[in-house]
């Protein structure tokens, strides 16, 4: 038996969340078709979770491709198939990769180690002070925690997850929450998450509420890390002040939880539990044009 599981035509960090409902009463290792063929657009979230998605899967999925023309192309550009080919049965019709895409910085990219979150940093450097400064409108300063965000979130897979994740970085204009230009970071994994992660840190106050939600609570709100060594495990506090001066969203869901930091442009909650479970971390970072520039 194959169950069908169908990709929303917009395919984000909340309309992910459509895909999980309807994998949640579904066994491991049961055959799965995962139809994206009306899918026209995903962020750098959609498409890292989707491949986040196979490797929580006991037999290898299938993933029907986007059927537009414009969509599947995107996809390719961005390095898509060549990941997932790796970890789906693919059908469909996919393009060969013509080229790079300037609005993605870098392409979809596996992160396993030290050495992979270094190399997308160097890649992304240049590109991201360009497209910061001349697209966002934003000063110098922000290169550069750019840069460190970029790598904080991406040594968190190293450090926490237990597994190999993905990352994608892309900058587009945002119509439908902001109308604005944004640049988004996603980092999705299928590790240990959060909780597992902290389970025995030195700084959880022990009491009867210990899940996934008071987990994020405690390292994004409160900073606990479960190393005990000083300023080991404090880079998502970096990642919050980075978010805060340039009024950025940082949103961050692990087991059955999601918290956000909600910058005064947007509507989200701040804690959202009793989500379908999905193992591991998926972290998403949105910095906004400066809406100054607007005026």
Request: with cysteine.
């Amino acid at each position: 038996m194959t169950t069908v599981i169908n990709v929303p035509p917009s395919l984000d960090d909340q309309s992910f969340e459509q895909v999980l409902e309807q994998l949640t009463a579904v066994p491991a290792d049961e055959k799965l078709l995962v139809d994206a063929r009306h899918c026209r657009w995903a962020s750098p979230y959609g498409l890292t979770a989707l491949l986040t998605l196979a490797q929580t899967r006991a037999e290898r999925p299938s993933l029907a491709v986007p059927e537009g023309e414009d969509t599947v192309g995107y996809w390719a550009r961005t390095d898509f198939f060549r990941h997932a080919d790796e970890l789906y049965e693919l059908h469909g019709s996919v393009p060969k990769r013509t080229g790079g895409d300037s609005r993605v910085l870098p392409e979809v990219t596996p992160v396993a180690r030290s050495e992979d979150v270094h190399e997308v940093v160097e890649r992304i450097q240049q590109k991201a002070q360009q497209i910061l400064a001349t697209e966002l409108n934003l000063d110098a300063k922000a290169t550069v925690g750019f840069a460190m965000t970029l790598s904080e979130i991406c040594q968190n897979i190293v450090e926490h997850a237990g597994r190999g994740g993905w990352v994608a970085v892309q900058a587009y204009t945002w119509k439908k929450r902001l109308g604005r230009r944004v640049v988004q970071i996603a980092v999705c994994d299928a590790g240990i998450g959060f909780r597992n992660s902290l389970e025995g840190a030195p700084g959880r106050v022990r009491d009867d509420r210990w899940d996934d939600g008071a987990a994020l609570e405690a390292a994004v709100i409160r900073g606990v890390s479960r190393f005990r060594d000083p300023g080991r495990g404090q880079g998502l506090s970096g990642v919050r002040r980075y978010c805060g001066r340039w009024e950025g969203k940082l949103s961050i869901r692990s087991g059955t939880a999601r918290i956000a930091l909600v910058p005064k442009w947007d509507e989200d909650v701040p804690l959202e539990e009793d989500l379908s479970p999905f193992p591991g971390a998926q972290v998403q970072v949105t910095i906004p044009e400066r809406a100054a520039a607007k005026e």
